[in-house]
């Protein structure tokens, strides 16, 4: 197999793969499965998540990335060489140069860690980028020009907010909130309200299927299944749009304030140029119905969900990785 480059974008939720002249070639749950006795990694990836809150005491499925950093190094190096393997094959003349995206907010430290953790799992070089750089990139911000450009990237693990400006980050911050923790604070609602304990897949299911950054009008249901805490047994209740608004205020707040923070860093001219052009929302967050309206309701500055926010990352990589040369100076800038 003669893949040189390969493109990874390692979220805590998903690990999307890049290859070039391919696009993306993988696109699996962060989530690696483990024989405790055995010390030997059983499932990666969607056969991994199959099996999160349905293990035996012998085998653990877990999630190596937390808050958009390694938080198992062993673990995250089984995962990287999987997907390097996957794509490049097992047996390949050459070992392939890999850009990883990485948190705006990570030491010096996490960043080591992730190019170790590549370079053990098989990759010749390791590039690290900055995740808000790339989201520009896919979303198809103009990044090089000389006016100000707001990225509003909400991950799994976090959410990563800068202004660009002349191909670098101007003022940046990464909070560690994201979709983990809203589908936490969806369990934790469900938990306190109706003494129902749910897992993390259904929690997530509900803020897939009828969560909303603002109240509805007309509200949507869901029968949510669980555990009765008081009694032990299964139990179905109903939750509304509403309850899960409700339930996700201070998530959507700590965003928010994020936002602000970068703003008030942001030299007047590019906020100027923000103003007219408005913010861009990425992300798998930037899905929650409403978020945009609510952003733009509190900050007073128009916010826009970019296309296919998903992939925003993944494609800026692949942007950068097929534009090397033009894209170098943005990615040493990024390291």
């Known amino acids: ?33 483990v024989s405790i006795f055995e010390n030997k990694v059983l499932a990666v990836g969607n056969d991994a998540k199959e099996m999160l809150g349905r293990t035996p005491d012998t085998i653990q499925a877990s999630r190596p990335m937390k808050d958009g950093v390694i938080a198992d190094y062993k673990i995250t190096e089984a995962m990287l060489k999987y ?7 097992r047996f390949r003349l050459f070992r392939p140069e890999v850009m990883i995206s990485i948190p705006v907010g990570v030491t010096s430290t996490e960043r080591r860690a992730v190019i170790d953790a590549a370079v053990r799992a098989g990759a010749k070089a390791a590039y690290v980028v900055k995740e808000p750089m790339l989201a520009a990139i896919g979303a198809g911000i103009p990044i090089a020009n000389a006016s100000g450009n707001m990225i509003i990237n909400i991950g799994g693990g976090t959410s990563e907010i800068a202004v660009i400006s002349l191909g670098g980050i101007v003022a940046a911050t990464s909070a560690r909130v994201g979709g983990n ?5 969806i369990a934790d609602y469900i938990k306190r309200k109706y003494s129902l304990a749910i897992g993390e897949r259904t929690a997530e299911d509900v803020k897939i299927k009828i969560s909303s950054a603002l109240p509805q009008v007309k509200e ?26 409700e339930a996700i205020q201070d998530e959507l707040r700590e965003i928010i304030n994020a936002i602000k923070k970068v703003l008030q860093e942001t030299p007047p001219e590019l906020a100027s140029d923000i103003m007219d052009k408005g913010m ?11 978020l945009d309206q609510l952003i733009t309701k509190t900050i007073g500055v128009p916010c826009y969900v970019a296309d296919d926010p998903l992939f925003c990352v993944i494609k800026g990589i692949g942007i950068a990785l097929e534009n090397l040369e033009l894209y170098k100076r943005t990615i040493m800038l990024g390291k």
């Open 280 to 290: 861009v929302l990425s992300g798998g967050g930037s899905l929650i119905k409403n």
């Open 1 to 33: 197999m003669f893949i040189k480059k390969i493109g990874i974008d390692l979220g805590t939720a998903n690990v999307l793969v890049f290859v070039p002249g391919k696009g993306i070639v993988s696109n699996e749950p962060s989530v690696v499965a």
């Open 83 to 89: 997907f390097i393997n996957k794509v490049s094959g």
């Open 181 to 185: 923790k809203i589908d936490q604070a």
């Open 220 to 245: 949507e249901y869901m029968d949510v299944r669980g555990r009765d805490l008081t009694g032990g047994l299964p139990r179905t209740v109903r939750i509304s749009s509403n309850e899960v608004t």
